[in-house]
Each structure stands twice: as structure tokens, then as C-alpha cells.
């Protein structure tokens, strides 16, 4: 039996439904097979596989647990449970990536029922039975090897951002964008698609807009329409209400070519790895995709005061601002019609690379004297259900479910570095070059940048506290210096200079109450020079500066002579690439657009 370490983490979902008065702590080894759920409808049952968490480690004994598919994003493999609620997770050690292939060649099913092609080695992660029928998707690795992931993990982690993907398509037969009318996943256009220059979705208002990637290319891709619509014809299918209701999926990728996996599990024998989460994937190259959303009118048909009909009610959907400190999803009751929304975070999705153009539709928002309902002061249900509304008065509130998706970083140095040499490549008759200085190298063009260490302060120089002291190194125990990144960008011949410092990690918590490095807080500081033959000696002033003010450069942005300015280090949903936003803000704040 593996040994694991595990990590204490705590989230503010209750899963009573689960585990209901069980008094053992388990942690999450599988998820199995789906069954339909016979007590709220719309949302399928998946059989969720445990091990008992004992002072040794992780017993031999697998116990079964059911649990609706919206819930799976919380039950992760290897999060432990206990009460209801999760307690720590299993640390599988630092993501690891994969370059594999999506394409029909490039992958095959297998399970332990197969004789031959079995999954991995039985020792490494044994499942209940030596003829298990669980299904796993095998890529072939290019150095010898394999990638192994578990089918239903692929499922719930690439299918989309949002919980409420997987339940319509476990639920419902395939109504795609052809059949709006019918499509709980697909809203009508405002006008004529046309389909040439970009991919045209408009999405139900109960998806994120993140959805959007895999609908677009169901709509526009027979591939992805034939693999979306064939989850729910395998259900049809295998599934036998009387002597056989388990059906264990057979997950395929939904889109073909070149991908990059971002995972963490088991290493196995002979180069190969069992994945047991998905932290992250590449986005497949294409059309750019012009994102439209359903006006917040209308709850999945039904108005805000629970009426059908045809009339627009006044008001928006009930986003509700306080939610309370538990919120126990269940999956045993239906939402209340016209109760509200309230959000369930899943772990961060981090796209790998480079993300896919996706361009929002811009409209004036017709503004409604009406006040929104659920406001500020009113508070969610503490029962909340991911499925379709059905009924009133039960109590239950609807449950938005989403991994909010991330891009991978490299720390903000690089990163911005890197948007840098991104938006040159994107526009290279306006950005003629970018490049870093030192002060031994001067400008140079190459793609590796290099910083200028800063130096420490003068022993007997008391107007120089402790804190500003320790503030110049990353590590004051290695007394390793902080770095300055001095960047500059020729745009429509002006050049333009952009400083970014390094910062030191910092421990934070994730939405799963898990451990995870971030960094410092600090802004970056973007100028033109009066005199840039002078640059030299000015930038040795500059520097001196910073180290005075540990890094808060917008208290010496007045003393650079010429346009100088700060700015902040904000995303925006439609970056291709890390920091894209940042570098376009930083540029407009010296009167350059670029589009």
C-alpha cells in the first residue's frame, strides 16, 4: 500500500449527504462509475471509493460513498474527509507536465478487467478488485513510458469550468447549438452566424464564462459535438435500472492534436505516471471566439419570483453576497425555482501556456429601476443543490459550481518579460524591439533577460533601519539580493521603460484551504526619459531609490525626469498569455494603445 503524507487543509462545503453519521476518517482513492439518481433526477450519482485514514497510514479496507457529479470537484483524490467535511489532503508531490497527443492515435482505454493491457502496476495504487472495470485513459509518452488518468478525473477537470457541464451532459441527450431551443447549454444569437473569421457562442447564463472554450468547438467541430454527444449515449446504453445501473465512462479527449497535461500523482516504473489530478491544461490552437452570454433575466427559464411565462421579469438573477460560513451541498434535493445562486469554488484550473483568443460581445446595459433582488443584507440557504430547480418551499438554494481558471506563472518578472516579447511578436510593426539592461551588457535583445542584483547598504549608515536592510534580499538567510528588471520597449520610435522588481514567495491559502506560494504585492513603474543618453547614471540613482523605499515606487516616480507613472498588476479574462494586460495597461499609461 502507498504511503502518503498529508497536508491540513479546510473548506467551508459540508457533504452530510456522504457521509451522513459515519465516524471514520477516509480519504477519496476513486471515483468509480455513474448511476442515475432516483430522488433529484438532475443530477447523476457517481460511487465514490475511500480508504480508511488510520495511525499507520491508509488501510486496505475500501468503503463506497455516493455522491451527485456537481460534488466531485470537492471530493478530489486524496482529499480526506471526516464529519462531512474535509480535513487534509494527501500530498502528491509538485506537478508534473506532459506533452501528449489528444488525437485518436495518440491514447487508448484500459482497464484492470482487461487481461493484457493493464492500467499500471497493481502494487502502486491498488483498487478493490483485481478484474476492476474502472476505466483509464493511457497516452503514449514520447521518452518510453506512459501517462495514465483516471477517466472520470479527465472528465470533471477538462470538460469545461463549471460543474453544471458535466451534469447536462450526464443527464440529458445531446441538444447542441443547432437546437438552441432545447439546449441548456447554448443560447440563441442576437443575429446570423456566419461562422468565417471567428467562432460565435452565446452561453446559458448558468455556465462560466470559461465554458466557453469547449462549446465553441463542439458547435463549430463535429469531433467534439460526436464526443460530447456520446457520454450521455454511453449512459443510455449501459445503463440497466434492474441488474446492471453502474456505467463506467469511457472519457475521451474532446478535441484532437498536441496537448500539455499538468498533473500531479504517482510515479510509476519505467518512466510511466499515474495522474491523479489534473492541475491544468493547454488550450488547442484555432479561431479566435467572439463569447456572448444570456442577459441575467431569466433563471433557466424561470423568472426570479418562480412564475413561467414569456414576459421578461425586471430584475436579474439573485447572486446573493453573503453566503453562509457552511454551506452543505446536497444531492438528494432539487433547488427551490427563484431562490438564487450561490457560489461553490473547485480547485484552480491553470491553462498551460498559451490561451486562446476569446473576445466578449460589448452591449449597453439597459439599466432597471428595479432594485436587484439579493442584495446586500441577504443571506444564502445553508442547503444548496447543484441540479434543475423543481418545486418551492424546501429551503434549498441553487449552487454555482466552478474552478475559476488561471494561467501558469513563472513568478511577475518573467512573466511580464515574457508578455513583452509575446505583444512584439503579436505587433511587430509598431514594437520594432524589446530589450533588458545592465550595466555591463547595456541593451541587449536576447530572450533570456538578466537583472541588476542590488547592493547592500553601508554598514555604518544608521538612517537605514533593519527592515529596509533585510527587505534587499529574496532570502535573508542566504542573503541571496533581489533583482530589478529594467525593460525597454521601442513602439512607434519611442522608447518607452518599464522596471519590475523581484518579489520574495509568500505562503497563501488556495480555495481548498491548501498550502500554495504566492509573492509579494508590489507595483511596477513605467516611464520615458528626457534625456536617455544619460541613462546610465540615472538608473544607479533609481535603483538607490528603490532600495530606500523597499520597492513602493510610487514614491519616487515624481523624481525620474521625464513621463513617468505607476501601475498595478491586474489580468484581464481575455490574456492569451500571463501578464498580456499588464504590459498593454503600462504602455497606455504613456499614451500608446495597442489593440
Not at 390 to 412: L, P, T, W
Request: include cysteine.
Amino acid at each position: 500500500m502507498p504511503y502518503f503524507k498529508f497536508a491540513s487543509t479546510s473548506k467551508q462545503v459540508s457533504l452530510k449527504d456522504v457521509f451522513g453519521n459515519d465516524p471514520d476518517t477516509l480519504m477519496v482513492w476513486l471515483h468509480t462509475h455513474i448511476t442515475r439518481n432516483s430522488r433529484a433526477q438532475s443530477q447523476p450519482i457517481v460511487r465514490v471509493a475511500f480508504r480508511k485514514v488510520i495511525a499507520s497510514g491508509v488501510s486496505e479496507q475500501i468503503v463506497y460513498r455516493d455522491a451527485p457529479i456537481t460534488a466531485l470537484g470537492q471530493l478530489r483524490i486524496g482529499s480526506v474527509w471526516k464529519d462531512g467535511f474535509c480535513r487534509s489532503q494527501a500530498a502528491f508531490g509538485d506537478a508534473t507536465e506532459f506533452e501528449v497527443n489528444f488525437s485518436e492515435s495518440g491514447w487508448r482505454h484500459t482497464s484492470f478487467q482487461q487481461t493484457r493491457d493493464q492500467p499500471y502496476d497493481w502494487a502502486c495504487y491498488p483498487l478493490h478488485y483485481q478484474r476492476d472495470k474502472n476505466q483509464f485513459l493511457v497516452f503514449d509518452l514520447k521518452g518510453g513510458g506512459r501517462l495514465v488518468v483516471p477517466c472520470l478525473e479527465f472528465f470533471y477537470r477538462c470538460y469545461g469550468r463549471s460543474a453544471e457541464i458535466k451534469r447536462v451532459l450526464t443527464t440529458y441527450p445531446w441538444h447542441g447549438a443547432k437546437e438552441p431551443h432545447l439546449s441548456k447549454l447554448y443560447a440563441e444569437l442576437d443575429d446570423l452566424d456566419d461562422g468565417d473569421q471567428k467562432w460565435r457562442v452565446k452561453l446559458k447564463m448558468r455556465l462560466v464564462l470559461d465554458d466557453v472554450l469547449l462549446l465553441a468547438h463542439a458547435k463549430y467541430e463535429d469531433y467534439t459535438e460526436r464526443v460530447l454527444r456520446g457520454i450521455y449515449s454511453q449512459i443510455e446504453a449501459d445503463h440497466d435500472t434492474r441488474y446492471s445501473p453502474e456505467v463506467f465512462l469511457k472519457i475521451r479527449p474532446w478535441h484532437q492534436g498536441k496537448a500539455t497535461l499538468k498533473v500531479r500523482g504517482i510515479q510509476l516504473n519505467n518512466g510511466s505516471f499515474l495522474a491523479l489530478q489534473i492541475i491544468g491544461c493547454s488550450d488547442p490552437e484555432g479561431k479566435a471566439i467572439e463569447r456572448d452570454r444570456e442577459e441575467l433575466q431569466k433563471f433557466d427559464g424561470i423568472d426570479i419570483d418562480g412564475r413561467g411565462g414569456d414576459d421578461p421579469p425586471s430584475g436579474q438573477v439573485r447572486r446573493f453576497r453573503k453566503t453562509p460560513l457552511i454551506v452543505d451541498l446536497t444531492g438528494s434535493e432539487e433547488p427551490d425555482h427563484g431562490v438564487g445562486s450561490t457560489e461553490i469554488l473547485d480547485t484552480e484550473f491553470v491553462v498551460v501556456g498559451k490561451r486562446r483568443v476569446v473576445i466578449d460581445v460589448r452591449r449597453n446595459r439597459v439599466k432597471s429601476g428595479a432594485r436587484q433582488r439579493g442584495g446586500r443584507g441577504v443571506t444564502s440557504p445553508a442547503v444548496v443543490s447543484g441540479g434543475d430547480p423543481y418545486g418551492s418551499g424546501k429551503g434549498v438554494g441553487q449552487a454555482s459550481i466552478n474552478a475559476k481558471q488561471v494561467m501558469e506563472s513563472n513568478g511577475m518578472l518573467r512573466d511580464m518579460w515574457n508578455a513583452m516579447l509575446y505583444l512584439q511578436r503579436q505587433n511587430p510593426t509598431r514594437i520594432q524591439s524589446v530589450a533588458w539592461f545592465t550595466f555591463e551588457s547595456e541593451f541587449c535583445t536576447d530572450s533570456e533577460p538578466e537583472v541588476i542584483g542590488l547592493t547592500p547598504f553601508k554598514d555604518d549608515d544608521e538612517s537605514v533601519n533593519t527592515e529596509t536592510r533585510n527587505w534587499l534580499y529574496l532570502d535573508v538567510d542566504s542573503k541571496v539580493f533581489r533583482g530589478v528588471l529594467i525593460a525597454r520597449l521601442r513602439v512607434d520610435m519611442r522608447n518607452v521603460f518599464i522596471v519590475e522588481i523581484e518579489r520574495r514567495t509568500r505562503q497563501m491559502k488556495d480555495v481548498d484551504g491548501a498550502t500554495k506560494e504566492s509573492e509579494e504585492k508590489l507595483k511596477g513603474l513605467v516611464f520615458t526619459l528626457d534625456d536617455e543618453q544619460a541613462i546610465g547614471k540615472w538608473l544607479t540613482e533609481l535603483l538607490c531609490d528603490i532600495q530606500k523605499v523597499r520597492g513602493i515606487v510610487q514614491k519616487i516616480s515624481g523624481k525620474i525626469p521625464g513621463n513617468a507613472l505607476t501601475f498595478s498588476h491586474k489580468s484581464s479574462g481575455n490574456d492569451e498569455i500571463v501578464c498580456q494586460a499588464m504590459v498593454v495597461n503600462a504602455l497606455g499609461k504613456m499614451g500608446i494603445s495597442l489593440d
